[in-house]
Structure formats: C-alpha cells, structure tokens
C-alpha cells in the first residue's frame, strides 16, 4: 500500500473523531482574519508582519497596506498590494514613531526571536489609539513540545512525510521561548500596551492525526485544559491590543 494513501487513510480517521469535541468547533485563525477584515476598514496605514504568498483577510483599500517579509520571493507572489517590504523581523522595523494605525501579523511571532524586541516595536510605531491583532503558536501546545524534544533530521522527515506542503509552508525555525498566553500578554503589558481581547485555541491535534489512538488521547486532554480555561496551555493565541493615551 502507498505510505500516502495510508497516511491519509490513518487522518480521516482521526477526523471522525472530531463531531465529540466541542473545542474542535473554533477556530482562532478564522477569528483573526474576521477580526482583522473589521479592523482594516478605512485605515490611513496598515502594516502585516510577515505577509508571505497572501494577505488572508480582506481590505477596503489595499493601498493603505505594506506587506512585509524575510523572503522576498514569497512576497513578491503576494498580489494584495504591490507596497512590499523585505524587512527582517528580528531586528528593528524600519517605520518611523507612531505611523501606523494597526499592525496584523498571522503565525509569525514563533519565528521571531526577541519577542521583547518585536512587541518593543510594535509600540513606537503604532499611533496613540493604534491597534494590533496578533495571531501565533504557543510554545505550550503539544507539537510545540515535540518541536522541541525532536532532533531536526527526524522533525524534517516527519514534515516531509506526513505533510504534503512541507516544501512550501512548514519547517520554517520557530523560537518557542516566551511564546505563550501568559508570556506575550506579560509582555505587552510591560512595553505600555494594552490587550483589550483575546482567544484562544486547544486543538492542535490535527499534527498528530496520522496515528489516531494518540489522535484521541490528545483531544481528551484538550478538552480538559479547554474546560478549565487554562490559557497558558492553549495551542494557539490571539491578542488584539491598543496603544492608549
């Protein structure tokens, strides 16, 4: 049999175990992009961290946006707007003080070093009452801590083999350091900002859904932590903040 076939054989499995879940019904990254549509609206200046291939939310005005990215050629595929940016995250953002009235960033800050740094930044850029959505993996969640445990040789072949996008769209170097709910909101806070919403996501088993035996012992234990509200724990956080007076 086709280690593929079998493969997805094995995920489709794991699916039908989702309908018994009620944590599996949202979606943090379809929260983000829903709310950053709303925010954007009629903005002087909007900048996206780490814009990649595609912006994923929706703008009136697409040249009120600079896209920004390490690569380059990723973003030169990106046809939202042609205001592109090869800006490198992990050092200071080229943007003058209070210039911008919102920031979005989607799966970006896990790759970012210096959190300290990048949110530091956030706040001399952004306009007093300028806002920020940032969506990103916590280093709590359970693939999170098998990133960690793993050697890169057996990570790589694992992306390789049980993710058909591993090319395009994964194994990209994350930093797992102080990126988490408590660790981020502690964060803004110190640097002045203010987190005015937040959401969360537990279900990050679909990584795990070539086996489903662990497949369903993972979403037991997501249940839990989502039952108890234990934001420290969730896979993935969203943060709306503002820059107040």
């Not at 997805?8 to 929260?31: L, P, Q």
């Not at 909007?46 to 690569?71: A, E």
């Not at 300028?130 to 057996?154: D, M, Q, T, V, Y």
């Amino acid at each position: 049999m086709d280690f593929r076939i079998l493969i997805n054989g094995m995920m489709k499995i794991s699916a039908g175990f989702n309908s018994m879940f009620i944590h599996t019904k949202f979606s943090v990254a379809e929260f983000y992009r829903n709310r950053s549509t709303i925010l954007s609206q009629n903005k002087y200046l909007c900048i996206d961290l780490g814009s990649g291939r595609k912006l994923t939310y929706q703008m009136n005005n697409y040249k009120n946006i600079i896209l920004t990215d390490i690569d380059y050629k990723s973003l030169l595929l990106n046809k939202a707007t042609e205001n592109r940016i090869n800006l490198d995250l992990n050092n200071n953002l080229s943007f003058m003080d209070k210039s911008c009235d919102l920031i979005t960033s989607e799966f970006v800050f896990e790759h970012i070093s210096d959190k300290d740094l990048m949110i530091q930044e956030i706040s001399r850029i952004l306009k007093y009452n300028g806002k920020a959505i940032i969506l990103f993996s916590s280093g709590n969640a359970e693939f999170a801590i098998l990133n960690r445990l793993l050697p890169e040789k057996i990570k790589s072949l694992l992306l390789k083999y049980l993710f058909n996008d591993y090319t395009k769209k994964r194994g990209h170097k994350v930093y797992y350091g102080n990126c988490n709910y408590n660790a981020i909101k502690l964060i803004i806070e110190k640097c002045g900002l203010t987190v005015i919403d937040s959401k969360v996501s537990y279900f990050s088993a679909p990584y795990f859904a070539f086996f489903p035996p662990l497949y369903f012992v993972i979403l037991i234990w997501e249940a839990i932590i989502n039952a108890l509200s234990i934001k420290g724990m969730s896979s993935y956080v969203c943060f709306e903040i503002i820059k107040s007076n």
